[in-house]
Each structure stands twice: as structure tokens, then as C-alpha cells.
């Protein structure tokens, strides 16, 4: 099965909401079994994108943080903040045009996040990405 990068940083959204809620509820997990329950073919664009997002999460939350008018990260839904975590590390560490990452955080926050939710999503990356 072949997955277009939208669908990929769905599946990526989705792993990265299902290991928030294993932290949250103090469920032991293994990143590779996540991925494999949630994408049957091995696909090196999410791995990269999951480990990256597990492995800087505090660098990425401070540069959310630092972006959020009055708002901290973690005041986000889960599904929100993986939209925002995965965003932000895709515009920081990798060489995906900023305005591509900031296209498809909010074409997700529209199908999982309500619009206020959305347009904060927006503000951020929009800040972060006038930053550059």
C-alpha cells in the first residue's frame, strides 16, 4: 500500500495521540509497536518523524510555548499538541518548506481540533515560521 505524505502525518498524528495517552495513563509501550499497529508497511518518513518528535519533545514544547499568546503546550488537547509537536519539529529539523508544514497541521486541526483550537494552532506556526 502506498501512502501520500498527507495520509503519512495523519498515521504520524495518531501514534504520536496513542503514546501521549500511554504516558498519560502509565501504560509501558515500545515506539516500533506503535508504529506497526497503526502502519503495516515499514515507512521511513514516519519513524523519522515520530522518533524526532519523542526524542526533542522539550525543545519543541519550549519553542511552542514561547509562540503561545498567555498558553502553555500542555493546556492543549493531545490530538492538539501532537498536530503542534509534529508541525513544529518538521519545520525545525527537517527541510520540509515551512509553508507545507503549517498547510498540513491545519488541515488536520480542521478534521480534529475545534476552530479555536485551529486558528491557535495557526498563530503558532504562522509566528514561528515569520521567525525563520
Known amino acids: 500500500m502506498h501512502y501520500n505524505r498527507s495520509e ?3 498515521i504520524i498524528m495518531t501514534i504520536l495521540y496513542q503514546i501521549a495517552m500511554y504516558e498519560k495513563n502509565s501504560v509501558t509501550y515500545n ?3 506503535v508504529i506497526k499497529e497503526n ?3 515499514d515507512n521511513e518518513f514516519v519513524k523519522d518523524m ?3 518528535v519523542m526524542n526533542n519533545t522539550a525543545e519543541i514544547d519550549k519553542i511552542a510555548n514561547k509562540h503561545l499568546k498567555n498558553w502553555q503546550i500542555d493546556r492543549l488537547g493531545k490530538t ?3 498536530i503542534l ?3 513544529i519539529y518538521e519545520m525545525v529539523y527537517t527541510e520540509t518548506p515551512g509553508i507545507i508544514c503549517i498547510n498540513e497541521a491545519i488541515e488536520l486541526a480542521k478534521l480534529f481540533s475545534d ?3 485551529k486558528d491557535v494552532i495557526n ?3 504562522d509566528s514561528l515560521y515569520h521567525e525563520k
Open 80 to 82: 492538539d499538541q501532537a
Open 8 to 10: 503519512l502525518r495523519k
Open 31 to 33: 515506539i516500533d509497536d
Open 85 to 87: 509537536r509534529m508541525a
Open 50 to 52: 515520530v522518533y524526532g
Open 123 to 125: 498563530a503558532v506556526l
Open 39 to 41: 502502519i503495516q508497511i
Open 115 to 117: 476552530d479555536a483550537v
